[in-house]
């Protein structure tokens, strides 16, 4: 596999971050690899891991880079780049990995150098692990990989595009195009609204343990155990998706609250009817996430063992 490019900075070492390293080396993506964490901790681990040539500090580290990728929580997008801007050389691309786009892109352009070339992603893959052990090379194969490029008439910004573009097919991703706006309004969908009834339940269940007896732990179906594992996501991290999508998760929070409460007329009047409905709608669902290939049908029922 030809080499995109020859070299690349990673700041923030931990899931994504690590799992990048992981895979562009793999897949021989770029040439030499270089990581900065705010923690020092973080750092030392990845020096650990020989995941790249770790640095002391954000300049340093994208110095020279070809590509330089944001992999920090949402909220610390703009401090980032604030420290790495002025080291960044002409021409050099910067992408970003946060789940949020319109406010990663107005953090970022208050800071990216004018010779610097900004391209917004998103991939659409993780786990409910984080640190630098979790990453993994595979993590991005088969998964979609979303860039909401700026409106930018440079020559230079389409050539980029299209360099980024491979870049993440190198790692296996597929690629695809969208709106900012339109990615904060489908993420909120997709992934905000479910993490944050996740982290509601479990945290309304964690209070009624104690008139539970304990039960509610022991006594965990799997659906339970669904929720508990998407709630054990980084709390850094969904914090700062959800202040900044504020807006779009509020819209789609509005939307799940008023469905929620016609679901709980139809269970106080005995509407089977409208249950059996909603609950027919969302198995075809179901169904389409397996036939475009985001799930197997194979049954999961919990632990292995």
């Known amino acids: 596999m030809p080499r995109i490019f020859e070299r690349i900075a990673i700041l923030g070492v931990g899931l994504i971050g690590a799992s990048i390293a992981h895979a562009a080396r793999e897949g021989s993506a770029a040439g030499t690899i270089a990581l900065f964490d705010v923690d020092t901790a973080v750092r030392q681990r990845a020096r650990e891991l020989d995941l790249g040539e770790v640095f002391e500090d954000a300049a340093s580290t994208v110095a020279d880079a070809d590509l330089v990728v944001l992999a920090v ?18 021409g050099a691309i ?31 893959a993780g786990t409910e692990r984080s640190g630098p052990d979790a990453g993994f090379a595979s993590l991005f194969k088969g998964r ?123 269970i106080r009047w005995s509407d089977g009817q409208q249950l059996y409905d909603l609950f027919d709608r969302a198995r075809r669902m179901r169904r389409e996430v397996i036939e475009a290939g985001q799930d197997t049908p194979a049954p999961n029922w919990g632990r292995e063992n």
């Open 144 to 266: 979609w990989h979303i860039l909401t490029p700026l409106v930018d008439a440079r020559a230079e910004y389409a050539a980029a595009l299209d360099k980024l573009a491979a870049f993440w097919r190198a790692l296996g991703a597929n690629v695809e195009h969208m709106d900012a706006a339109r990615h904060d309004v489908v993420l909120a969908v997709t992934s905000h609204l479910p993490h944050l009834i996740a982290f509601n339940i479990v945290a309304m269940a964690e209070d009624l343990e104690s008139v539970t007896e304990s039960e509610v732990v022991k006594y965990s179906a799997s659906g339970f155990r669904d929720f508990t594992r998407i709630a054990a996501s980084d709390p850094t991290m969904w914090r700062d998706v959800f202040l900044n999508n504020r807006e779009a998760v509020l819209e789609v929070l509005g939307r799940f609250s008023e469905d929620l409460a016609a679901l709980q007329r139809a």
């Open 73 to 90: 929580p949402v909220g610390a997008m703009g401090a980032a780049i604030e420290a790495a801007g002025p080291s960044l050389k002409s």
């Open 94 to 124: 910067v992408t970003d990995v946060g789940s949020v786009k319109g406010a990663v892109i107005n953090a970022v352009g208050a800071h990216l150098p004018a010779h610097a070339l900004f391209i917004p992603g998103h991939p659409i």
